[in-house]
């Protein structure tokens, strides 16, 4: 990474100088490479790094970031800088101590909070990455179609071209023809979302603030996102009872959380194949026979 070019955008970014005392590779990160960027006079920065053509991802996160601060619900790092140096894209934010803990109930409200962030619409201005794949965001009034078409059938046509086994991808079509079933009393606002809410995108800091990060940000169900919280963990109990105190889940969220998670489930295929296939498969199974039940 060429430090000295980062240097010199983060002064001119916060219009404080910066000088780089060095910096220390961080690891943890899925996809990018990260550091902690430390300052003479002791600021400190977390910095991404990728391959020039991660810089549109970077943009996005960079947005995604400054969205989310805005909506001044819970702790996200504030965005510095982007942009690419020495055929390397980079990201700069705040750089954040972690190592706190005891924050879900914390995160619960605050979440909740950041879910009455709400536009008028479904999407947002911008399309950004989940994971590494390609997320489209085109703005819907119509939350239903929305999901269809940029979520289930956007992965849903991936994987048929990543081979996925023509019995998902059968399946997969039979719920998108009748996804309307899901949402026959329900109707879902457009929340602000982190998108990508995984337990490893979450942490809390030493301050005891919790904090989350690595978005995929857009405007949707707020069940997607917690949805989420639950397919890989991370999150306990205090966490989702502060939540449904804060603003309280619908009852058709115990059967349209396995719709939402198809979509990160189909992504891990998508991403990493093997035995995601399967677990698609099984998923689908299940929301299938919801609609017949
Ligand atoms: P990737 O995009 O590669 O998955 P993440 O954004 O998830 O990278 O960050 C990797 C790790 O770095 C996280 O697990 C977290 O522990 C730590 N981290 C993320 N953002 C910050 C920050 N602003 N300050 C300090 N540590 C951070």
Redesign the pocket.
């Known amino acids: 990474m060429d430090w000295q070019h980062i240097s010199r955008h983060i002064s001119e970014a916060t219009g404080e100088p910066f000088a780089v005392a060095r910096a220390e590779s ?7 490479s ?1 550091w ?1 960027l430390r300052g003479e006079q002791g600021r400190d920065y ?1 910095v ?1 790094g990728n391959s020039a053509d991660g810089l549109e991802m970077f943009a996005a ?1 960079a947005e995604g970031l400054a969205e989310m601060a805005a909506a001044g619900a819970v702790r996200v ?1 504030r965005p510095v800088c982007h942009g690419t140096a020495g055929g390397q894209a980079y990201l700069v ?6 190592g706190g803990g005891g924050a879900g109930a914390r995160l619960g409200r605050e979440l909740a909070a950041m879910h009455r962030a709400t536009r008028d619409r479904f999407g947002w201005h911008r399309d950004n990455t989940i994971g590494a794949t390609p997320q489209p965001n085109t703005w819907s009034d119509d939350w239903v179609a929305f999901w269809r078409e940029h979520r289930l059938g956007f992965q849903l046509q991936l994987a048929a071209r990543n081979g996925a086994p023509r019995a998902v991808v059968d399946k997969g079509e039979r719920l998108q023809a009748d996804l309307d079933a899901f949402f026959t009393d329900y109707r879902p606002v457009p929340s602000l979302l982190h998108g990508d809410l995984w337990g ?2 979450q ?1 809390v800091a030493r301050t005891g603030e919790p ?1 989350i ?2 978005p995929a940000v857009y405007y949707g169900d707020r069940e997607a996102d917690l949805a989420m919280t639950e397919l890989f963990g991370g999150f306990g109990r205090d966490f989702h009872a502060a939540y449904d105190e804060a603003w309280p889940r619908d009852p058709g969220y115990a059967v349209r959380k396995t719709l939402y998670n198809l979509y990160h489930i189909l992504n891990h295929y998508n991403l990493f194949g093997g035995g995601y296939a399967g677990q698609a498969g099984t998923m689908l199974d299940r929301l299938l026979a919801e609609l017949r039940g």
């Open positions: 961080v690891g943890g990160g899925c996809i990018n990260a902690r977390f991404k996160e790092p934010m705040e750089w954040i101590d972690m490893g995108n942490g904090v990060f690595d």
